[in-house]
């Protein structure tokens, strides 16, 4: 081969890597605006808005096997971390093959509800194949972290503006009149509002629309900070703090509580007694909140029988709901489910799954599920759609992906390599906690593994 010939493919190579390093980046930096991104574009076209929907899906298919070319060119598809990522993924796919074919279900259906539920793991191949340096990863993280400052200055400057409306002022905050830095989130329905103050304070949205989304994402930037920056800097401490504390949501302030007691016991040991008392008075205060999202919901069948056959209502929340009718799913397929994508997911919506006429899924459950896409109780549709074998094979995932942490920090070349992967240790354990309320398909998450990925990519041998 001539020396021209040589030069024209390396052009062509880093031209390749470059690019797809550029919108890796880009997505990442898009991720915690997609969902304000979507619901603008559906409002003047739908199709358009559906596009950016799907950009991390477009994203997975499209570089998952570019991945894998460039880790065998590498010759890193035999080192050990990738070795044992793959085998909970292969079982848990295979697990989900085997549901599918039980059931009956068709095979379009199974493929997709499986690639739901393993879509986020890839992200570690695709930003390993293509990040080799660390100095990439730093870029990509000062990125985030100016995204995370300015999402907290934001939302520091709602919150003020809010409590003086309120408190002062004595003005409407729904007032569309009185909006800050756009539009507030309220979802009418039955002439019900989502109440966006808790505690008498209110719920900044910032520029993302979702206090939880705003809460988790400042939380994970948070962490990673906190264990890679030897002097931290005090204003971008307080922004991302003030951030994730004017999100007023439950689930962060717990993992925000975790968090803190890593950090005592890690740094000054007798302060983590009083913070473990906090977090118990915390989790009893927060028992006490009720969700908004609830309905009178009518009991029939054995209930009613007890009752003198006669029907009695109840009031339901959504995610009580779909958590009560997983176990009833569940019990009735213990072992394998009803296979992947026939409940609670996007997917069983997208093909209209049997699953909810077969167990009278009430109208309103399934129109809020549609509507957000997810029911947030995991553990619980896991068991449904695939059982206590499903279950097994993720919680064989996350296994995994510890030892892979714990390796990985064993083989770090400094010590702020070594910080990313103890910060990303602590977040796999919040990511833990965040799957006994939420979901872990969240764009957040996705961004986790990226910077997994990246950690892994810089180093040479695991």
Not at 324 to 353: A, C, N, Q, T
Not at 380 to 390: F, W, Y
Request: proline share 3%; net charge positive; hydrophobic share 50%.
């Amino acid at each position: 081969m001539s020396e021209a010939r040589k030069k024209h493919l390396l052009l062509n190579r880093t031209w390749y890597i470059t690019t797809s390093r550029w919108w890796l980046t880009a997505i990442l930096l898009f991720l915690p605006f997609q969902h304000i991104t979507v619901t603008s574009l559906a409002v003047f076209n739908k199709t358009l808005s559906t596009y950016f929907n799907s950009l991390d899906e477009a994203t997975v298919f499209f570089f998952f096997p570019l991945s894998l070319i460039e880790l065998y060119r590498n010759g890193e598809l035999k080192n050990r971390c990738y070795l044992i990522l793959f085998v909970p993924i292969f079982i848990l796919c295979a697990s989900g093959l085997v549901s599918g074919m039980v059931n009956g279900n068709r095979l379009i259906v199974t493929v997709l509800g499986i690639i739901d539920y393993i879509k986020i793991f890839l992200f570690i191949f695709i930003y390993a194949a293509f990040f080799r340096d660390f100095s990439e990863f730093r870029k990509v993280f000062n990125l985030l972290l100016i995204i995370a400052v300015v999402l907290g200055i934001v939302a520091f400057f709602q919150e003020v503006w809010a409590l003086v409306l309120k408190y002062i002022l004595e003005k409407d905050i729904y007032d569309r009149a009185n909006y800050l830095l756009g539009d507030i989130p309220v979802m009418l329905y039955r002439k019900v509002i989502i109440d966006h103050w808790r505690f008498g304070i209110f719920r900044a949205p910032s520029l993302v629309r979702n206090p939880n989304t705003l809460g988790f994402y400042l939380l994970f930037v948070f962490t990673i900070y906190l264990n890679i920056k030897k002097k931290k800097n005090p204003a971008v401490f307080v922004s991302l703090l003030t951030g994730i504390i004017v999100s007023v949501s439950r689930k962060v302030y717990m993992e925000l509580i975790f968090l803190t007691i890593v950090q005592a016991v890690k740094n000054r040991r007798k302060i983590a007694v009083p913070f473990i008392i906090l977090t118990v008075m915390f989790f009893f205060i927060m028992s006490f909140i009720v969700d908004f999202n609830k309905w009178e919901f009518t009991v029939k069948g054995q209930y009613a029988e007890l009752m003198s056959r006669k029907q009695y209502s109840k009031m339901i929340s959504f995610r009580e709901y779909f958590k009560d009718k997983s176990v009833e799913i569940w019990r009735d397929h213990p072992y394998l489910g009803v296979g992947p994508g026939m409940f609670g997911g996007v997917v069983s919506i997208m093909y209209d799954s049997p699953v909810y006429d077969e167990y009278n899924v009430q109208k309103i459950a399934k129109a809020l599920l549609t509507r957000w896409r997810d029911p947030h109780q995991f553990w619980p549709v896991l068991l449904a759609e695939m059982g206590i074998l499903g279950v097994v094979s993720f919680v064989g995932l996350f296994a995994s992906l510890f030892f892979i942490l714990f390796l990985l920090r064993k083989r770090a070349v400094s010590d702020e390599m070594r910080g990313l992967f103890t910060g990303l240790t602590v977040f796999t354990a919040i990511i833990l906690i965040h799957s006994f309320s939420s979901s872990i398909k969240e764009v957040i998450i996705l961004m986790y593994f990226a910077l997994l990925g990246m950690g892994l990519g810089c180093t040479k041998k695991c």
